[in-house]
């Protein structure tokens, strides 16, 4: 669907522009009318690390006109894999303002600032609302919520991005865009806590991953600047590095409670009366409960009667291999989030299977759960809490990690 150009055209190029994005303009989608609408654009960069280096390079080498760079961290020799917009000589310097400097000698002809704070909601909205759009490459929920809700408040488009180990998330967010808009809760309902959210410097990245989704963040910045393509209003693109693939997940408004079911249909279930399964009397042929979640101690009551063949269903383990070789539950099938909509997934559950996933704290997996009803799996729910809940109420001689 065609979309208005975000900014308005500035004043004409100058000859020195003209012949530095000569093979830009010369695309019909751009032309020196989107080119002078970049040279009036300002961006707000949140975070100057793995996505934001290369966010920034192509922003300023596009001809983004005012590139603000918020980051309060300094430079160290680990950034250095990924963060490719720094090198040994910035070692303990501000990011932001080493960011600046080398933008700045990249293309003298655009703006930079450094603004070397820490995103607050003391310091948030005074930062959006000098500029016309946010991209958010931060590495935690905390700072991407604010960022968000800020660009929300204003009415500013919000491109958002994630790697972490061989994968990659991309999408845009707009309460302004097509069909009601989009919001960051529509994709993420909930949010970990932050002992629940894996970070780079816990699980490892693959620096070359944050580079293609970078690409990817700062293609979405320049189609809304300028007015072309078809930005990511709710889709979400996956990179899955290993296979060399990108996916696209569809996802929406959120539902209200009416058409789910009522708030009961999506309230986390907490059986807090008794520390032991209780036998599972005889019944019927039982399944996964149709609802968003189970408990720990509803799971193991269903793998006692798939056992004595009294259920049918699937129970996939979406972690990654070396979580499983340290704990794992009994009767599941390993499934890593990356291989979640591939051939060999569909091997072990199909669309018509009734399907159960898992994974540490239970974030992974309710995402994993919207993804797979999004692409066909009817009947699948999750195990509220992941494994570390079952090895505390179920099998407490399971490690925990």
């Known amino acids: 669907m065609p979309h208005a150009p975000l900014v308005s055209p500035g004043p004409p190029l100058t000859p020195a522009e003209r012949q530095r994005y000569a093979r830009q303009i010369s695309l019909e989608q751009v032309g020196d009318l989107g080119q002078r609408r970049l040279a009036a ?3 707000l960069m949140v975070g100057a690390g793995g996505l934001g280096s290369p966010v920034l390079t ?13 980051d309060s961290d300094s430079v160290e020799v680990s950034n250095l894999h990924r963060q490719t ?3 040994m000589t910035d070692l303990a310097e501000p990011k932001a303002v080493a960011a600046a400097a080398a933008l700045r000698a990249r293309n003298p002809l655009i703006e930079v600032v450094a603004h070397q704070v820490r995103l607050t909601s003391d310091t948030v909205d005074a930062l959006v609302s000098g500029y016309d759009i946010v991209v958010d490459g931060t590495d935690n929920f905390a700072a991407r919520h604010l960022a968000h809700d800020a660009a929300a408040a204003q009415h500013k488009p919000y491109v958002w991005g994630s790697v972490l180990r061989f994968d990659g998330l991309v999408t845009t967010f ?10 960051l809760d529509d994709l993420f309902p909930s949010t970990p806590g932050p002992d629940e959210a894996e970070t780079c410097a816990m699980a490892g990245v693959l620096g070359s991953v944050c580079a293609g989704v970078g690409a990817m963040m700062a293609s979405e910045t320049l189609k809304l600047i300028v007015g072309f393509g078809e930005p990511l209003f709710g889709r979400l693109l996956v990179l899955d590095g290993l296979d060399a693939s990108w996916r696209e997940v569809p996802y929406g408004a959120t539902p209200t409670a009416a058409s789910t079911g009522g708030p009961e249909a999506s309230a986390r279930p907490h059986d807090t009366s008794h520390s032991e399964v209780e036998p599972h009397p005889v019944a019927p042929p039982s399944a996964p409960p149709a609802n968003d979640e ?12 798939r056992q004595a063949g009294r259920a049918d269903f699937v129970l996939v383990d979406i972690r990654e291999p070396w979580e499983r070789e340290i704990v794992a539950i009994d009767g599941s099938a390993l499934v890593p989030m990356a291989q979640l909509l591939s ?4 091997a072990v559950m199909e669309p018509a299977d009734r399907v159960i996933l898992y994974c540490h704290h239970g974030t992974r997996s309710e995402y994993a759960r919207d993804v797979l009803r999004d692409n066909g799996w009817s009947t699948v729910t999750h195990l509220a809490g992941g494994i570390d809940d079952w090895a505390r109420r179920v099998e407490p001689d399971k490690p925990r990690y």
């Open 85 to 87: 917009i720094y090198t």
């Open 294 to 305: 189970v408990s720990s101690t509803e799971l193991a009551a269903l793998l006692a009667d």
């Open 58 to 70: 192509a922003l300023a080498a596009a001809g983004v006109g005012t590139i603000g760079i918020v």
């Open 343 to 346: 051939d060999q997934a569909r």
């Open 41 to 43: 654009a300002r961006v």
């Open 174 to 183: 707009w309460v302004d865009g097509p069909d009601g808009g989009t919001r």
